[in-house]
């Protein structure tokens, strides 16, 4: 009996982690179910990007309101994970704060635990006001209605609770230690939970290590539940975002891929000595399908940037088609992605990881033309998006497959592309005018 | 003021036994839009007066194809640039200079892909280094006391990292740059990207050209200066649509260099 809850602690350790690995599974197949990227290899260039975007959070300063408490969140994020592995040590092993003997550099650590997690609390408050109160248009867009405004502030709840729970356990403990109760040593200063802690102070020893208990209890339980709570919320950049960064753009933004299958194609056109009537190989390769229609057609570095989106709405807010009341979000375009993706991957759950056709895709039934054709190809939600996600990539390949496969331009894109067919530019001039310029008064 | 333009073809040029030491690609608008050909003509100015060893390629130039790669038509696009790289490995051209920036950004990174390895700057880079070299000079004092403000092309600025060297050139104009709310990495589109510039926008409550210069003119300038033929339409419809036609020109760079240069 005297192991119960070391087995007890186990238990729930093996059940959150098997169900968040279970979780990065699914990730990955879902993930995988993209074509393979083609990245330029350049590897330190992009462990820069990661360390610099990602770990230095430099993106997120260019709004320095939110960028300062974004940066308090994560640094408490980072610091607070010590005091996690404490706790885990301790729950497995059925000892009490395994750290204090660090002595003095213990008392720091807890210290600067406490303070960060006040300045946590702060920012979360704050965060929550812009959310809820200051109502920041950004967050108020028709695409963050429902369940997407819900996890903003689910998120902000949890990481509250959890700090507040933090505390409450520091208090208690601090003050069993003052009435020197069995097995509460001496160890950690308490800047922050010490006020707390004097509100508890005509309590019995027994109220006070059940306060402490539960408190401990909840705080880890909490964390491996919001640690599973991931992968159904915008929250997985916390993880997502590192990766991302790695992965995301080292060529200049202008640089649009060129398709490789085109190339071939224009190669054979051009080359007088090919013979256009005849027979495709044996061992032809299905011709490709040219831009993208659904989740599938998209590159693996495009659905990871579905994954790791947070939703935070800078893109949006930097599109000149969303400022001028177009129906066109990049936001919405990383959100339709994902959910599609989820989509399609309760098909193959339910299919043995087969995909039965469901009548749906990404184009159309997630993402509408009239979003596509507002897009200038500015650049401007690139440029913003704090984790390095190319929104205007995937708008390119769906125009891809509407031009490409389904001749569907906007009419007036078919008589610019027309002239530049029949008389090399997007204007009906001839060709043969090109320089008349030279030769006409200024 | 008015000397005849000196506009030799890479034809000619090559039947007279030259190699130019740098192409200018006129692009589309350059040749064929009223408005941008005053452009054109403003920089072949300079590049005349500082006795530049240029071409053109005149009838043989045909549309990079970066509109038709933008609005989705890989296979149109790439059909373009494998007819000018042709023509341009034909004629054995090394460096580009373009006053377009979507030329600008296609040339320098979209045709290398294809088989087109060539250094392509801005007119504005082109500029920038003649007056650092001193091969032009400007007569100071002509915009004396105005106000001017950027307008970065989103094809040269975010597109390219150019920020500097237009801003460089209009500084030494003597005059007072004046810088929007939104500029450089955080510049906003004029509205022509894309392909918009052949369409009708989508449905909304207003047109991008007309927000961006209303945050133009929030700077109070005398000129609004730009750096593409397209922004160029778009802010001076802009312009006219707020009916400040009066009071605030819409030039590019190269004009404002060439006025200044008294040319
Ligand atoms: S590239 Fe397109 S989606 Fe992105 S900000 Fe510009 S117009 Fe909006
Ligand atoms: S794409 Fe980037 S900027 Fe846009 S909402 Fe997602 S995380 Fe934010």
Known sequence: MQYLPNIIFLLALLVGIGFFARNINKLRRNIKMGRPADLVHAPAERLQNMLKIAFGQSKMVV?????????????????????????????????????????????????????LALLVIVAVVVFWLRRN????????????????????????????????????????????????????TQAGTFPVSQFLSSIMSGMSESTLILIERSAWWLHILGILAFLNYLYYS???????????????????????????????????????????????????????????????????????????????????????????????SPRKIMMDTRDRMEEVGKILDTNNGTFVDDGKQLLNDY???????????????????????????????????????????????????????????????????????????? | MSKELRVPTMAEAVAAGKKPEVLFWVGCAGSFDDRAKKITKAFVQILNQAEIDFAVLGTEESCTGDPAKRAGNEFLFQMQAVT??????????KKIVTACPH???????????????YEVVHHTQFLNDLLKEGRIALQGGKFKGKRITYHDPCYLGRANQVYEAPRELIEKLDIALVEMKNCKQRGMCC??????????PEKGNKDVNIERTEQALETRPDIIAAACPFCNTMMTDGVKNKEKEGDVAVLDVAELIAQAADL
């Open chain 2, 103 to 117: 030329c600008f950004n296609t040339l320098k990174n979209e045709y290398p892909g294809l088989g087109g390895d």
């Open chain 1, 234 to 328: 915008k929250h997985l950049h916390i993880l997502l975002a590192f990766p991302n960064t790695y992965y995301g753009r080292v060529t200049p933004q202008g640089q649009f891929p060129n398709l490789d299958a085109v190339t071939k194609e224009v190669k054979l056109m051009m080359d007088p000595s090919a013979d256009p009537f005849a027979a495709p190989a044996e061992d032809a390769e299905p011709p490709a399908k040219f831009g993208a229609s659904d989740v599938m057609d998209l590159n693996r570095v495009q659905l990871l940037n579905a994954y790791t989106c947070t939703e935070c709405g800078r893109c949006t807010n930097e599109c000149p088609a969303n400022q001028t009341g177009k129906k066109l």
């Open chain 1, 63 to 115: 709004r320095p309101v939110a960028g300062i408490m974004h940066l308090i969140v994560y640094i408490g994020f980072i610091i607070i994970n010590i005091e996690v592995l404490e706790i885990i040590i301790d729950g497995l092993f059925g000892t009490h704060r395994i750290f204090a003997p660090m002595g003095a550099f213990y008392d720091v650590l807890i210290a600067s635990f406490e303070i």
């Open chain 2, 84 to 93: 000018n790289i042709e023509v341009l490995n034909g004629y054995g051209v």
């Open chain 1, 367 to 442: 993402i509408t033309a009239e979003e596509l054709w507002a897009c200038t190809s500015c650049n401007a939600c690139v440029q913003a998006c704090p984790v390095s996600i190319d929104p205007l990539s995937i708008i390119m390949d769906l125009r891809q497959y509407l031009v490409m496969e389904k001749s569907a331009a906007p009419s007036e894109l078919n008589n610019m592309m027309g002239n530049i067919e029949n008389n090399g530019a997007p204007w009906p001039f001839n060709q043969m005018d090109r320089l008349n310029w030279a030769k006409e008064s200024k």
């Open chain 2, 191 to 200: 509205g022509a990207g894309g392909g918009q510039m052949f369409k009708e």
């Open chain 1, 133 to 184: 109160v200051i109502k920041l248009s950004r967050f108020k867009k028709p695409e963050m209605e429902g369940w997407p405004s819900k996890d903003g502030n689910l998120i902000l709840y949890i990481e509250l609770v959890l700090m507040i729970l933090f505390l409450t356990m520091n208090a208690a403990d601090y003050q069993l230690q003052q009435m020197g109760a069995e097995h509460y």
